[in-house]
């Protein structure tokens, strides 16, 4: 079936750039989504980039998209602390059903 | 703000007690979602909504159940937890008419331990 994996933790240094980095098995995804999770909150959609684009631009945050190694990152500059959470790479599998990576912890260091 | 309330956040339950667990949205959304998340697993869909219409996943146990009695409320029944159950369970949402990109709107959660 299909399936999204990325790796578990990332610990970076404030003013850093973080990458975290995702792969995905189902090619017919129209759109690749990035959600973030921060401590005591629901999972909230943080980005989200069209099949057929390659990279999006959204002010720190940069989602780059590889469709023949089925591989999508995404990049935040300047990372601060407040970006220290969890963050889910998805895609969508058909009618209303999205299926989302285990979650990379990122940690960032003062 | 409208907004995805699960409570409770935190539930206890003893082995092969029934609990419910319940969500509420003021999003007026059509399609609402549970998901079981475990200890740095994906979250794993056990069914949706779609409006009145209930999809079950194929392989969500039995022993999960739900109900839907109006737009803004939905629960989750376990009908005799086993201490395999014990996850996080999120409640989220999304608007049929945002289908293409279907955005959803999570709750944060209700932690459920199993004694």
């Known amino acids: 079936g299909e399936d999204v994996e990325q790796s578990l933790f990332l610990s970076v240094r404030e003013g850093d750039s973080s990458v975290i980095n995702c792969t995905y098995t189902?090619?017919?995804?129209?759109?690749l989504y990035w959600y973030k999770q921060e401590p005591g909150a629901g999972l909230q959609l943080l980005t989200y980039?069209?099949?057929?684009?390659d990279m999006k631009q959204d002010q720190r945050l940069t989602v780059l998209l590889n469709k023949k190694d089925k591989h999508l990152s995404l990049r935040i500059a300047d990372t601060q602390t407040g970006d220290s959470a969890i963050y889910f790479c998805?895609?969508?599998?058909?009618?209303?059903?999205?299926?989302f990576g285990a979650g990379t912890r990122l940690f960032v260091k003062a | 703000d409208a907004m995805v309330i699960q409570n409770p956040r935190y539930q206890v339950t003893q082995f092969g007690k029934p609990v419910t667990l319940s969500c509420s949205q003021t999003?007026?959304?059509?399609?609402m979602y549970w998901y079981q998340q475990k200890s740095s697993q994906a979250p794993k869909l056990l069914f949706h909504?779609?409006?009145?219409?209930?999809?079950n996943e194929a392989d969500t146990p039995d022993n999960f159940q739900s109900r839907r009695p109006n737009t803004s409320f939905c629960f989750l029944d376990i009908r005799s937890p086993g201490l395999g159950d014990a996850a996080m369970y999120l409640c989220?949402?999304?608007?049929?008419?945002?289908?293409?990109?279907?955005?959803?709107?999570f709750g944060p959660g209700t932690r459920l331990t199993v004694t």
């Open positions: 989220a949402t999304s608007r049929e008419s945002n289908r293409a990109l279907n955005e959803q709107y």
């Open positions: 189902d090619s017919s995804s129209t759109y």
């Open positions: 980039i069209f099949s057929n684009m």
């Open positions: 998805a895609t969508p599998t058909g009618g209303f059903k999205t299926i």
């Open positions: 999003l007026n959304h059509n399609v």
């Open positions: 909504y779609y409006d009145k219409d209930f999809n």
